[in-house]
C-alpha cells in the first residue's frame, strides 16, 4: 500500500474511534494486532476492541487531534493530543467528571491494509495530574 493509503487507514480508525464507532474502528485492525499502551501488551483484536470499549466508557467524549501524521514504509506516526472526560474508575482513581487533554504519540504498523502494531506514548504524568493525582 501506498503511504497515502497508509495514512488515510489510519485517520479512518482514528476517525471511526472519535465518533464512537467502534465496529468500523474494528475493521481496520488486523485479528492479531500487538497493541502497547499504558505499560502493557495487548494481544489480538478481540482484547484490544475490549481495551477500546472501556477507555470510551471511561472517557466517552474521548477524541484524538492530530498535528502531524508522517508516513514512512509501513508505518504511520501521529502526534497530537488526546480529550476527555473522566466518567469511571482509571488506575484506580474513581471518576472526577474533569476533562484531561494530554499529549500522545501513536505509531501504527500496517500490512495489507489493517494496522498489525500499534504504539501509544501519552504523558501519562499529565494526565494523572489532571485527575487529582499529585504523586505516584
Known amino acids: 500500500m501506498s503511504l497515502e493509503?497508509?495514512?488515510?487507514i489510519v485517520l479512518q480508525f482514528y476517525k471511526a474511534y472519535n465518533q464512537g464507532n467502534l465496529e468500523q474502528a474494528k475493521e481496520l485492525i488486523a485479528p492479531n494486532i500487538v497493541v502497547h499502551t499504558?505499560?502493557?501488551v495487548i494481544h489480538g483484536g478481540?482484547?484490544?476492541?475490549?481495551h477500546m470499549q472501556k477507555m470510551r466508557s471511561t472517557f466517552p467524549d474521548s477524541y484524538h487531534t492530530f498535528e502531524d501524521v508522517i508516513a514512512e514504509d509501513d508505518k504511520?506516526?501521529?502526534?497530537?493530543?488526546?480529550t476527555g472526560t473522566h466518567r469511571l474508575e482509571f488506575l484506580g482513581i474513581p471518576p472526577?467528571?474533569?476533562?484531561v487533554t494530554c499529549s500522545c504519540v501513536q505509531v501504527d504498523r500496517l500490512a495489507d491494509g489493517k494496522i498489525v502494531d500499534h504504539w501509544v506514548?501519552?504523558?501519562?504524568l499529565a494526565m494523572l495530574?489532571?485527575?487529582g493525582k499529585e504523586t505516584l
Do not use: I
Open 96 to 99: 472526577t467528571s474533569k476533562q
Open 38 to 40: 499504558l505499560g502493557t
Open 46 to 50: 478481540d482484547d484490544f476492541f475490549e
Open 5 to 8: 493509503q497508509n495514512k488515510a
Open 121 to 124: 506514548l501519552g504523558d501519562s
Open 76 to 82: 504511520v506516526v501521529t502526534r497530537g493530543t488526546f
Open 129 to 131: 495530574q489532571q485527575l
